[in-house]
């Protein structure tokens, strides 16, 4: 848990770390991210909003509108306008772009969705799960990011 993640924006504007591991890792396949990025999937790191701690720069938003009519937040370098990380309604969830961090090898998804539309010559690794749409968060994801969610989340019935 002592590793220090860190990244930014091209230009080098904006630089953020992140203050812990994530909660998990997302590979998607979908539409929106492959038009959205411009290759056929993104690997996004799902971690707290106030665990991605801007060292410098600013990281403006930007409604970008998806499929089902709905809008994605996406935080881009307002010199330099690459995408650093997004919102998808909750705000208090971050989606960092693990292409943004100064060692993208360094991290491997938990799990691919909507493969349903994935590129046919992307190979999908045997042993990390994967869903035509969605899944379960309950089901796949640890008891301690599951606690750091629910604290996100307090009291809503
Ligand atoms: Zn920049
Ligand atoms: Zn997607």
Redesign the pocket.
Known sequence: MSIQREGGCACGEVRYQLASEPMFIHC?H?L??QRQTGTAF?VNLLIEADRVQLLGGTAEPIDAPRDDGSVQRIFRCTRCQVALFSEYGRPEVRFVRAGTLDDPTAVTPDVHI?TRSKVAWVTLPEGTPAFEVYYDAKQLWPADSLRRLAALMPARS
Do not use: L, P
């Open positions: 998607c979908c929106n991210c993104v909507f």
